[in-house]
């Protein structure tokens, strides 16, 4: 049963039946019934792509994310999914691993459905700048980068200082009066670089030399948390807090210096990143920088829909972090 089935039977035109289906006025009420009445005996449901010829619009939209599996990911995906549902929109979630091959796979899956646009999700998705090739296969669909930018047409973002975060906690720590901090430096995205340069700058302004050397390298999450505290005992860097890119790492080491009998925060003080849920079952509880991706997923529908509705001038929102002091500090 298609659409010519259905006015044959409803004796009528072809569109005087879209009209029905799209809920459009200028429809005799008596043909109206009538077309209405052969779409219930059928059970009849236009396809998505014969309403998209129609409104121009497939009402779908994806998001791309690294691994949906993380908190801080989820968090945004569920409020960005929640947003453009209650819009009427087809949401797709798609996992790339951080791989750039799976991105480029998506990205043309995503052109051949038609999308009516995409949200990246992750800073790493910066480096589609240096991919022509995958940015070209989704010429003119508007894209929101959470917490990320590509400088090129159609591209858009919602920004999260994390410079200004990290700095927020060196200098919550300093004013408590500690002065021999150490940053442990997990993840080496854009994110996590403005993170690290938070830490630098905060140390420069409170007149604290070779913090270059004060930062330890580490693995992310709870393994790279523990090793980063047996580096740290071993390196002969003296210390009395430490700051952490991400609630994850912070709590493995925590857990890494415990072993190691520090006792926390008597001997020394710590901070994460994210006001993550791990934050609050960690004992003590973490005090870490709360990055707000509930608000973040929130701008980036909300950017998103505005540019499909042609309503925005705006490229860049930004959203600024806030420190939530807790047991560890």
């Known amino acids: ?27 005799n009420p008596e043909i109206r019934k009538r077309v209405e009445e052969v779409l219930k005996k059928y059970d009849y449901k236009p396809s998505a ?13 994806a998001i791309l994310t690294v691994d949906v599996r993380v908190t801080h990911y989820a968090r945004m995906i569920y409020v960005i999914e929640q947003e453009f549902s209650n819009r009427g929109y087809n949401v797709t979630v798609c996992n790339t691993g951080g791989s750039i091959e799976e991105c480029d796979k998506y990205m043309e899956i995503l052109s051949e459905k038609q999308v009516d646009g995409i949200v990246l999700i992750g800073s790493i998705f ?8 995958i940015t070209s296969k989704i010429k003119n669909i508007p894209v929101v980068v959470a917490n990320g930018k590509v400088n090129l047409p159609d591209f858009y973002s919602v920004l999260v200082d994390d410079t200004k975060g990290i700095r927020a906690a060196v200098d919550y720590l300093y004013d408590k009066g500690h002065r021999e901090l150490v940053y442990v430096y997990d993840l080496e995205t854009d994110s996590g670089w403005a993170k690290r340069q938070g830490f630098l700058e905060a140390m420069k302004l409170h007149d604290i030399l070779e913090a270059e050397k004060r930062v330890i390298p580490s693995k992310h999450g709870l393994e790279g948390g523990l090793k980063a505290a047996e580096t740290l005992c071993s390196s002969g860097i003296s210390f ?4 952490c890119g991400e609630d994850i790492t912070a709590i493995g080491l925590m857990k890494g210096l415990k072993k190691q009998g520090f006792s926390i925060p008597d001997q020394v003080v710590v901070t994460g990143y994210n006001n993550s849920p791990d934050s609050l079952i960690c004992e003590p509880e973490l005090t870490t920088v709360d990055n707000k991706p509930e608000l973040l997923g929130g701008l980036c529908a909300q950017l998103l829909q505005e540019v499909l509705e042609g309503k925005t001038s705006a490229s860049n929102l930004a959203i600024q ?3 939530i002091a807790r047991g560890t500090t």
């Open 126 to 133: 910066n480096e589609l700048i240096n991919y022509p090739d």
């Open 1 to 27: 049963m298609n659409i010519y089935d259905i006015a044959a039977e409803a004796k009528t035109s072809i569109s005087t039946v879209s009209r029905v289906l799209n809920n459009k006025g200028n429809v």
């Open 49 to 61: 792509i014969a309403r998209g010829l129609v409104s121009k619009t497939m009402k779908s939209i």
């Open 240 to 243: 009395t807090g430490v700051v």
């Open 321 to 323: 972090p806030e420190l």
